[in-house]
Nanobody, 126 residues
Framework: QVQLVESGGGYVQAGGSLRLSCAASGRTFRSAAMGWFRQAPGKERELVAAISWSGSTPDYADSVKGRFTISRDNTKNTVYLQMNSLKPEDTAVYYC???????????????????WGQGTQVTVSS
């Protein structure tokens, strides 16, 4: 069992930055790939970034490459999403998720993720 709690969302002007955190409970966190997803009103939930259990193979959606950085600290059971140069189209509820299956790659499909946080709202004004 893994519990995920996101924090760090908020309201920011375009061009600003936010750092999201996802605190995980459970020893299985260290072997889990982690993903950040987002869902805007009326849209499908989409992968923003994902990172393997070792942190060595991050993957990003094309829309955030060069602006967002995913990282993890396994000593703190926490995964982060640093978001820079934010745009109004980044406005969404952001969720972290855990994929407990041992894999050599990270997956983009939400179906691969076993546990989800409750989400944190990010609003970017123009």
């Amino acid at each position: 069992q893994v519990q995920l709690v996101e924090s760090g969302g908020g309201y920011v002007q375009a061009g600003g930055s936010l750092r999201l955190s996802c605190a995980a409970s459970g020893r299985t966190f260290r072997s889990a790939a982690m993903g950040w997803f987002r869902q805007a009103p009326g849209k499908e939930r989409e992968l923003v970034a994902a990172i393997s259990w070792s942190g060595s193979t991050p993957d990003y959606a094309d829309s955030v490459k060069g602006r967002f950085t995913i990282s993890r600290d396994n000593t703190k059971n926490t995964v982060y999403l640093q978001m820079n140069s934010l745009k109004p189209e980044d406005t969404a509820v952001y969720y972290c998720a855990a994929d407990l299956t041992i894999r050599s790659i990270v997956l983009r499909t939400r179906l691969a993720y076993d546990y989800w946080g409750q989400g944190t709202q990010v609003t970017v004004s123009s």
